[in-house]
């Protein structure tokens, strides 16, 4: 009866059902009427936690299955980062070299040969194939899943190889790891998220230098990828408090002359939040982010307004004035954020309103009256009212 309760946790990925029966003495190596594990049917459901409770439960991931598998090599066929981490702990240092070997080659090809091309070939199936994006709440990437033949994969392929490279102390070059995550030029997809986190993992000298001598690449594309990998080593250190800090005192004098060359939005942004991110008290930051407040773009707009510093608490007159210009954007997100930005203000109150006043009265010199914004400016609120006006993403 325990394998039979364990098969329905596994099936409607209760984790925490399954590590209670793993604990009152139910098998982990369990198989439904077919003979497929647990473990593999956790991994085909792409259930990280399940998968994880199974494997810390006792399932063995190296365990040989009739077609010649393992759990593990599943694991990497599914394409999902998280799985594959889930059950590769476990093995600690008694994977062997040949073992190694063959799950760093099942990810390259998966990754060389493409998903889809890679299931046609395993399923000889003619017609369209679904394709759908999923996000992996837990570790807040994505990926596209695709079905074909009755067999479903995730095309995080690129990601896993590179994730089993660190796991087994390779260190291919930034040339090579930028290689794949252009596979899916896409900073939310597992291929670039995984691979810039490899990278920034690094944590080294060699690593800074090569994202940074890729600042002045010609594709916009390789600028981005530099400024998320320079961006992770940062903020490795400010999250972590790490003294001395290394590469988070340099920020400033990377990415501000960045910033002002920068010609793509979406890599200015991301410049921007580096610099947002490194928590400089360098009076430049600020200069920098009043002179983007009003780009063109509303996702520089949005970054912009998180560099403009406060002092005690309190921000300053100029950056006052920008915050309140920023919640009357046209973009609700970038209104949002100035909101709540002005919401954190700890100076007193007296500031916000002559500011205030100080807006109204340039906005009379221009003729802008109540009717020439139309019903929705009319009816905005006059003064901020904090966090709960948050309409999008704080950066």
Same mark, same amino acid.
């Given at each position: 009866?325990?394998?039979?309760?364990?098969?329905?946790?596994?099936?409607?990925?209760?984790?925490?059902?399954?590590?209670?029966?793993?604990?009152?003495?139910?098998?982990?190596?369990?198989?439904?009427?077919?003979?497929?594990?647990?473990?593999?049917?956790?991994?085909?459901?792409?259930?990280?936690?399940?998968?994880?409770?199974?494997?810390?439960?006792?399932?063995? #991931?190296?365990?040989?299955?009739?077609?010649?598998?393992?759990?593990?090599?599943r694991a990497v066929d599914c394409g999902t980062v998280s799985v594959v981490l889930a059950v590769?702990?476990?093995?600690?240092?008694?994977?062997?070299?040949?073992?190694?070997?063959?799950?760093?080659?099942?990810?390259?090809?998966?990754? $060389?040969?493409?998903?889809?091309?890679?299931?046609?070939?395993?399923?000889?199936?003619?017609?369209?194939?679904?394709?759908?994006?999923?996000?992996?709440?837990?570790?807040?990437? @994505?990926?596209?899943?695709?079905?074909?033949?009755?067999?479903?994969?995730?095309?995080?392929?690129?990601?896993?190889?590179?994730?089993?490279?660190?796991?087994?102390?390779?260190?291919?070059?930034?040339?090579?790891?930028?290689?794949?995550?252009?596979?899916?030029?896409?900073?939310?997809?597992?291929?670039?998220?995984?691979?810039?986190?490899?990278?920034?993992?690094?944590?080294?000298? $060699?690593?800074?230098?090569?994202?940074?001598?890729?600042?002045?690449?010609?594709?916009?594309?390789?600028?981005?990828?530099?400024? @998320?990998?320079?961006?992770?080593?940062?903020?490795?250190?400010?999250?972590?408090?790490t003294q001395p800090a290394v590469f988070a005192p340099r920020a400033p004098e990377i990415f501000? #002359?960045?910033?002002?060359?920068?010609? @793509?939005?979406?890599?200015?942004?991301?410049?921007?939040?580096?610099?947002?991110?490194?928590?400089?008290?360098?009076?430049?930051?600020?200069?920098?982010?009043?002179?983007?407040?009003?780009?063109?773009?509303? $996702?520089?707009?949005?970054?912009?307004?998180?560099?403009?510093?406060?002092?005690?608490?309190?921000?300053?007159?100029?950056?006052?004035?920008?915050?309140?210009?920023?919640?009357?954007?046209?973009?609700?997100?970038?209104?949002?954020?100035?909101?709540?930005?002005?919401?954190?203000?700890?100076?007193?109150?007296?500031?916000?309103?002559?500011?205030?006043?100080?807006?109204?009265? @340039?906005?009379?010199?221009? $003729?802008?009256?109540?009717?020439?914004?139309?019903?929705?400016?009319?009816?905005?609120?006059?003064?901020?009212?904090g966090e709960n006006e948050h309409e999008g993403p704080v950066g």
């Amino acid at each position: 009866m325990g394998e039979i309760a364990l098969l329905d946790a596994v099936r409607r990925g209760d984790a925490a059902a399954v590590r209670r029966l793993l604990e009152a003495g139910a098998d982990p190596e369990s198989a439904d009427a077919r003979g497929v594990p647990a473990l593999c049917l956790a991994i085909a459901a792409f259930d990280e936690p399940v998968a994880s409770a199974l494997t810390e439960g006792g399932a063995d #991931p190296q365990r040989r299955l009739p077609d010649g598998t393992t759990p593990l090599l599943r694991a990497v066929d599914c394409g999902t980062v998280s799985v594959v981490l889930a059950v590769l702990p476990a093995l600690g240092e008694h994977l062997t070299e040949t073992a190694r070997a063959e799950l760093l080659e099942r990810a390259r090809h998966w990754h $060389e040969a493409g998903v889809v091309t890679e299931l046609r070939r395993r399923t000889d199936a003619p017609g369209p194939h679904r394709r759908i994006r999923v996000r992996d709440g837990d570790w807040w990437t @994505d990926y596209d899943e695709i079905t074909l033949g009755g067999l479903t994969v995730r095309d995080g392929h690129a990601a896993v190889l590179s994730n089993l490279e660190q796991w087994f102390g390779r260190r291919p070059p930034i040339g090579e790891l930028l290689a794949r995550a252009l596979t899916h030029p896409d900073p939310e997809h597992a291929d670039w998220t995984e691979t810039v986190n490899v990278l920034a993992e690094r944590n080294d000298e $060699e690593t800074w230098a090569a994202a940074a001598r890729l600042r002045s690449h010609h594709e916009a594309l390789h600028r981005l990828f530099a400024a @998320d990998v320079l961006r992770g080593l940062v903020l490795r250190e400010t999250v972590a408090g790490t003294q001395p800090a290394v590469f988070a005192p340099r920020a400033p004098e990377i990415f501000l #002359p960045w910033a002002v060359e920068e010609a @793509d939005p979406a890599v200015l942004r991301l410049v921007l939040r580096a610099l947002s991110e490194s928590d400089s008290p360098d009076p430049r930051v600020e200069e920098v982010g009043l002179s983007f407040v009003t780009h063109p773009a509303a $996702e520089v707009r949005l970054e912009a307004a998180s560099l403009l510093q406060r002092t005690g608490g309190s921000y300053g007159r100029m950056a006052l004035r920008a915050l309140f210009a920023l919640t009357r954007d046209a973009d609700a997100g970038v209104r949002g954020h100035a909101s709540a930005l002005l919401g954190g203000h700890r100076g007193p109150a007296r500031d916000i309103g002559d500011v205030r006043a100080e807006r109204l009265g @340039d906005e009379d010199q221009m $003729e802008c009256t109540p009717a020439a914004h139309g019903p929705a400016e009319r009816d905005r609120p006059a003064v901020p009212r904090g966090e709960n006006e948050h309409e999008g993403p704080v950066g």
